[in-house]
């Protein structure tokens, strides 16, 4: 499968050096990676580009609301044990970020790649992906996304009778209902924390019954498929019952629950889930997440949450009261507009840690901190809030684009 055995078209070939260029001069001009801008050229030049560049790739794909770039890194690092990977590793994840990604391995033998959910079914078309990874599906950027359920549609259509072999959560719904057009899934049991857009049944509209871990409907019947490997703690259980030590660099539940997905996507490979988890390890953090910065002679820990599910998770890895915490929320393009989903965010889970407030949107967030009744302050900048805040390591949370103004003030 390896190596370039079916050469590109001098189309290609143009598209791909032009792209590469205009990316280069991106980069110069200090405007980003040029990944996206690149490919977008790109692809414009050659509309098959995507297509031919996958065409020598065991293509794998993942989707998700949250965890997508975090399991496409922990995926890529357990297939290097297998040949050598080409993966969107910075998380430009729409068709021309992908196609950008996909230009620069030529002699990889996997394509690793995080596909944003509303353009899966179109990159799934394109790439013939040899495997496919659903993690979950939560509401997100409300002005530009669907509800959750038409987005769990256009993946079950868009799937249906997809030659990939889909590793699937089986404990949320909405990915179960999707995943089920396909002829070909493995299960796997990673769990659901935030289960505030999976009350009804997506097949039928029914009331979903939620005895314990299980789920089902109570009017059609749909119910959760019997998993063949699943998170238990702090181990992976493969589908002949053995349990595997997780040992990730990585914090929390979540990072777990991806690590075992990822670990089950490996095995499709030939990849041993020993194997794949000690690999996983070497990933300390992913695009700057999870990085503890030196800003200000403090110790400044980077999450990113960017809808409800994100920061329910997040709030469990923060370390215990009188921990600082700064909270910044931005509502620009790339984040959505509409910030109406903080008021699905529990705040309440923040009671007893001094909390400093800032980006763009920051007093939306203000007034439902007030509402949550939190103890908050609202600063102009991070240099502010971090000079009020009280020693010790501060946890800063950020949505997308204010996750990405931290990096910047912070030389990350």
Same mark, same amino acid.
């Given at each position: 499968?390896?190596?370039?055995?079916?050469? &590109?078209?001098?189309?290609?070939?143009?598209?791909?050096?032009?792209?590469?260029?205009?990316?280069?001069?991106?980069?110069?001009?200090?405007?980003?990676?040029?990944? #996206?801008?690149?490919?977008? #050229?790109?692809?414009?030049?050659?509309?098959? &580009? &995507?297509?031919?560049?996958?065409?020598?790739?065991?293509?794998?794909?993942?989707? +998700?609301?949250?965890?997508?770039?975090?399991?496409?890194?922990?995926?890529?690092?357990?297939?290097?044990?297998?040949?050598?990977?080409? %993966?969107?590793?910075?998380?430009?994840?729409?068709?021309?970020?992908?196609?950008?990604?996909?230009?620069?391995?030529?002699?990889?033998?996997?394509?690793?790649?995080? /596909?944003?959910?509303?353009?899966?079914?179109?990159?799934?078309?394109?790439?013939?992906?040899?495997?496919?990874?659903?993690?979950?599906?939560?509401?997100?950027?409300?002005?530009?996304?669907?509800?959750?359920?038409?987005?769990?549609?256009?993946?079950?259509?868009?799937?249906?009778?997809?030659?990939?072999?889909? /590793?699937?959560?089986?404990?949320?719904?909405?990915?179960?209902?999707?995943?089920?057009?396909?002829?070909?899934?493995?299960?796997?049991?990673?769990?659901?924390?935030?289960?505030?857009?999976?009350?009804?049944?997506? %097949?039928?509209?029914?009331?979903?019954?939620?005895?314990?871990?299980?789920?089902?409907?109570?009017?059609?019947?749909?119910?959760?498929?019997?998993?063949?490997?699943?998170?238990?703690?702090?181990?992976?259980?493969?589908?002949?019952?053995? +349990?595997?030590?997780?040992?990730?660099?990585?914090?929390?539940?979540?990072?777990?629950?991806?690590?075992?997905?990822?670990?089950?996507?490996?095995?499709?490979?030939?990849?041993?889930?020993?194997?794949?988890?000690?690999?996983?390890?070497?990933?300390?953090?992913?695009?700057?997440?999870?990085?503890?910065?030196?800003?200000?002679?403090?110790?400044?820990?980077?999450?990113?949450?960017?809808?409800?599910?994100?920061?329910?998770?997040?709030? %469990?890895?923060?370390?215990?009261?009188? +921990?600082?915490?700064?909270?910044?929320?931005?509502?620009?393009? +790339?984040?959505?507009?509409?910030?109406?989903?903080?008021?699905? /965010?529990?705040?309440?889970?923040?009671?007893?840690?001094?909390?400093? /407030?800032?980006?763009?949107?920051?007093?939306?967030?203000?007034?439902?901190?007030? #509402?949550?009744?939190?103890?908050?302050?609202?600063?102009?900048?991070?240099?502010?809030?971090?000079?009020?805040?009280?020693?010790?390591?501060?946890?800063?949370?950020?949505?997308?684009?204010?996750?990405?103004?931290?990096?910047?003030?912070?030389?990350?």
């Amino acid at each position: 499968m390896a190596g370039n055995s079916d050469p &590109l078209t001098p189309r290609a070939k143009l598209a791909v050096t032009a792209g590469k260029a205009v990316a280069a001069a991106s980069r110069a001009a200090g405007r980003g990676s040029g990944s #996206v801008i690149g490919g977008r #050229v790109a692809l414009k030049l050659d509309p098959d &580009l &995507l297509a031919r560049l996958a065409q020598h790739l065991d293509v794998i794909l993942v989707s +998700a609301t949250n965890g997508k770039t975090t399991t496409t890194r922990l995926i890529a690092e357990a297939l290097r044990a297998a040949g050598p990977v080409v %993966s969107n590793a910075l998380g430009a994840n729409m068709p021309a970020g992908i196609t950008s990604a996909l230009a620069g391995g030529s002699d990889a033998k996997f394509g690793v790649i995080e /596909v944003d959910e509303k353009y899966l079914a179109g990159v799934a078309r394109d790439t013939a992906p040899k495997c496919i990874a659903l993690l979950n599906l939560s509401r997100d950027q409300l002005d530009r996304a669907a509800e959750t359920r038409m987005l769990a549609e256009n993946w079950r259509e868009g799937l249906a009778g997809s030659k990939a072999v889909v /590793v699937a959560n089986c404990d949320d719904p909405l990915v179960v209902w999707a995943a089920s057009s396909s002829p070909n899934v493995i299960w796997v049991a990673a769990g659901q924390m935030w289960k505030d857009d999976a009350w009804s049944c997506p %097949s039928c509209g029914g009331v979903m019954q939620r005895p314990g871990e299980d789920w089902f409907c109570g009017e059609c019947g749909f119910r959760r498929p019997q998993p063949s490997w699943a998170l238990s703690g702090d181990h992976v259980l493969d589908p002949h019952g053995s +349990a595997w030590p997780i040992h990730l660099q990585l914090p929390g539940r979540a990072n777990k629950a991806n690590a075992a997905s990822s670990a089950a996507v490996a095995a499709v490979f030939g990849v041993p889930p020993q194997v794949a988890l000690e690999r996983m390890y070497q990933v300390q953090a992913v695009a700057g997440r999870y990085d503890v910065v030196q800003f200000q002679n403090r110790d400044l820990r980077l999450l990113l949450a960017k809808n409800p599910a994100g920061w329910l998770e997040t709030f %469990s890895l923060i370390d215990p009261p009188p +921990a600082p915490v700064i909270l910044s929320v931005n509502a620009r393009g +790339a984040d959505g507009t509409d910030t109406s989903w903080l008021w699905d /965010v529990d705040y309440t889970r923040l009671t007893g840690h001094p909390i400093f /407030v800032i980006g763009d949107r920051k007093l939306d967030l203000a007034v439902r901190l007030e #509402v949550a009744n939190q103890h908050f302050q609202v600063c102009e900048d991070l240099d502010q809030a971090v000079q009020m805040c009280p020693p010790g390591r501060i946890e800063v949370i950020a949505n997308y684009t204010a996750f990405q103004d931290l990096r910047r003030r912070v030389g990350n």
